[in-house]
């Protein structure tokens, strides 16, 4: 089966102004944790980064060279953009969607601890019942507001 990740990013979450990364834990982009994670499930095919911006793109072409880049209009950037309008924007994108894909897995940065195995597993639910798309939760015991 043929699975593709994508992992959208916006210029203004993970640069400053000055071109510098903005967020990290422990000096590792949070980009990264996410990539690492993919790469140890063995079940996607390609990583696609959906970025809004040239720079974005060299800036993660430096760390991460076997990553594959859709630069998406940045008009799918904006505050008031969903993560469907990105998604739909994507799959009906040709540069992408040309070579068969069967599915897709959208990957958040902002969710880096995914426990062991998680994207693996998810998968093999899909393919088992034949679901068309599964969405994950996790409970939080805090306020996050």
């Not at 699975?3 to 949070?30: Q, T």
């Not at 690492?36 to 800036?59: G, M, N, P, T």
């Not at 540069?95 to 958040?108: P, R």
């Not at 940065?109 to 994950?136: L, V, W």
């Amino acid at each position: 089966m043929k699975i593709d990740a994508i992992i959208p990013l916006r210029e203004k979450d993970v640069l400053n102004a000055d071109g510098s990364e903005r967020f990290n834990f422990k000096g590792i982009p949070l980009y990264e944790f996410t990539l690492k994670q993919i790469e140890e499930s063995k079940c996607i095919r390609k990583v696609f980064f959906a970025v809004d911006s040239l720079s974005l793109k060299r800036f993660i072409r430096k760390r991460c060279s076997n990553v594959n880049f859709i630069l998406r209009p940045k008009k799918f950037s904006g505050e008031k953009i969903t993560t469907l309008d990105v998604l739909s924007y994507l799959i009906k994108n040709k540069e992408y969607n040309s070579d068969g894909l069967d599915k897709f897995a959208y990957f958040e940065i902002t969710h880096a601890y995914r426990p062991n195995g998680f994207i693996k597993q998810i998968i093999e639910m899909s393919d088992k019942n034949d679901f068309d798309s599964i969405i994950t939760t996790r409970k939080v015991n805090y306020n996050i507001w």
